[in-house]
């Protein structure tokens, strides 16, 4: 699911980089300044566009999931910042719309943190056990192996 939202997110940013590029202008102006970046804001929109396309992608298919959230995550990250300055807006309609753009990109940057760190939850632990099931049997042994009582 969080490869799904990625791909999303980068597939809107990718056909509407307006609004993206307007967000981060500022910033690359700064930044152009110190690394060798175009300075074109549109043009770094559709990069960072295609950066979380790719990371959601590999998320998503399982193929360099790590590498694929370190890719998403790098570029998430800052604009989660930069794309949603909630406590500048003045009107409660609009700083609503922009704190709820805030929260998604955080939480897209949260999943993508836990893949990269490699966060697996464990399903069972032992072979024939169901998840959450506590094993009758003792010794090591599974509950299909367990006598009845």
Known sequence: MLGGALIAD????????????????PWIAKVAESLP???????VTKAA????????AMIA???????????ASSVVAPSVVV???????????ARRQVLKGFIMHLAML?????V????????????????GEKCSGGKGKCCKDAKPK
């Not at 970046?37 to 043009?43: L, S, Y």
């Not at 360099?64 to 959230?69: D, N, Q, S, V």
Request: hydrophobic share 40%; aromatic share 6%.
């Open 10 to 25: 980068g597939v809107d940013a990718l056909r509407h980089p307006e609004p993206h590029a307007e967000a981060v202008e």
């Open 61 to 71: 298919s399982g193929i360099m999931g790590r590498f694929g959230a370190c890719i």
């Open 83 to 93: 794309g949603y300055p909630f406590w500048k807006e003045e009107d409660p309609e």
């Open 116 to 131: 990269l760190a490699g966060y697996k939850k464990k399903v069972a632990s032992k072979p024939g056990k169901a998840a």
């Open 37 to 43: 970046i175009p300075e074109d804001a549109v043009q």
């Open 110 to 114: 949260g999943g993508t943190l836990l």
């Open 49 to 56: 566009a295609g950066g979380v396309i790719a990371g959601g």
